[in-house]
């Protein structure tokens, strides 16, 4: 079947139909406002307060091909070739996660923890205004912050850190050269500055092209067992990088664990580590990280309020 006309109203009406036995009211919902926005350029609140409007028939074709892939779960974000992070706009497909509202969140962390530039402070005796702290800390304002993403993916944190940290200096590391690529033309895309290297953590704890200890190390490893396959939600399954997801389940601390050793020889003296973590095993995650002597240990729930976000001092 193919939508019977041009016109929003049938478009629309298509949606959900076709939808309907797949996604709850609200998803299908969502899916016709990115498809509207992305294809025809027709913002969400004039889809509904012009139904008799028309679109092409180049356009009518993509809604066609959205419709048909969405039945077969792919992921609207691969469909459209691009995903919302943190107010930027990234380019996605199959050979990258599509960035998590958690991951937000370590993001959000990071940069309020970070960026001492948004407060002010006026010096005496200046018209200028500083960031608001102490005469003897203002020092530490114009001191570069050095920042490590292990297991980029599609660049979305090192790249939101850069946009919102500018002074900052990022580098990232992927063990793929196609998710590589990705991240490098979304770092194009937003117009920032990312080193980004080949690296597998888990066959080297160093990185022989780069001789640099660092301020902050960040990652978002794989940290789903392989015996969590069978509760989730079939579009992850079926289409996002299983490289990207998954460890053995007797091994479920396997990156955490290399990264801890990896961080130990690149973390700068009172350098920090910040992880998102499965919450299922936050407490092994925190023993294993006090057993390799880091300090300050802290939890983060996220806004399911399950412990997602580690981060802990050298």
Known sequence: MRIPSNKIADIV???????????????????????????????RVNIFL??????????????????????????????????DFYDLKFIVNPHVLIPRPETEELVDLIIKENQVSSIRYQVPGSKNQVSGIRNQDISHLTSQISILDIGTGSGCIPITLKKNIPSADLFATDISKEALEVAKQNALQNKVSVEFFLHDILSSNTLPTLNLKFDIIVSNPPYIC???????????????????????????????????????????????????INEAFGNETSLLLQNMEFKNIIFKKDINTKNRILHCTI
């Open 13 to 43: 009406q298509f949606f959900r139909a076709e939808l309907k036995n797949d996604y709850e009211k609200e998803e299908i919902e969502t899916f016709i406002g990115y498809c509207f926005e992305e294809y025809a350029g027709i913002e």
């Open 226 to 276: 392989v015996s969590e396959k069978k509760s989730m939600q079939k579009n992850v399954l079926d289409h996002e990088p299983p490289l990207a997801l998954f460890v053995p389940d007797d091994a479920p601390l396997l990156f955490y664990e290399a990264i801890a050793n990896f961080a130990l020889k690149h973390l700068k003296p009172m350098g920090k580590l910040y992880l998102e």
């Open 50 to 83: 012009n139904p008799n409007a028309t679109v092409s028939e180049s356009e009518l074709l993509k809604f066609n091909f959205a419709i048909k892939n969405l039945k077969q779960h792919r992921p609207i974000q691969y469909i459209l070739g691009k995903a």
